[in-house]
């Protein structure tokens, strides 16, 4: 049995979403104002909205735990590789062809009235400063390579990383159509590197 993709679905999600998140950005950033981009090439390069003033502008990319409303996760999901048409396609963590300043995570999503989003938290994630720490400690889309299994499903620990403090590797081989293979990582470690704040 084929297993679709929820390409469409978790979009239809992330427009209901908008609303809160605009209103977050209104109240919580304080020298910055924002737009949103629906230009399909801007999107394509890691660029959902900009953050700016007049002397600067930072491309941000929202990544939604679409699929855990309700919950809390303390870690998030950094896509390093998936299939497309029976095909090995780069995720977006290590990919040169996006122009990400910064990720915009957006975790604990709450619907407590019914088809509305009501709260989330909102961690910014500085994308060179990650990339930066995670090749230090060794961690390429080449090295992380040698870790693939395509029979590999579900967690594994890696020799780079403290898994249970700071991260591990995560294979969707067998549950989602676009098998993705994600550096899972944790948000408190992010934190404490200094590669992220959290906004709200």
Known sequence: MSIKSTFNVDLAKEKKLYPLLNSLYTKHLKYFKFKRTNELNKQLKGIDLIFYTKQVSYNIDEKAQ????????????????????????????????????????????????????????????????LVTFLKEKGITKQKLENYFSPKKQGKLKISELHSYYEGYLYFSTHNKAEKPINLILKLDFLLEIGVAKRLI
């Not at 497309?84 to 975790?107: M, P, R, S, V």
């Open 66 to 129: 679409l699929d855990y409303i309700g919950e809390d996760l303390p870690t998030f999901a950094f896509e390093v590789q998936y299939q497309k048409n029976g095909n090995f396609k780069e995720g977006w963590l290590f990919d040169d062809q996006k122009e990400t300043d910064f990720y915009a995570l957006i975790t604990a999503i709450q619907e407590d009235e019914p088809g509305k989003f009501t709260s989330c938290k909102i961690t910014l994630v500085n994308r060179v400063k």
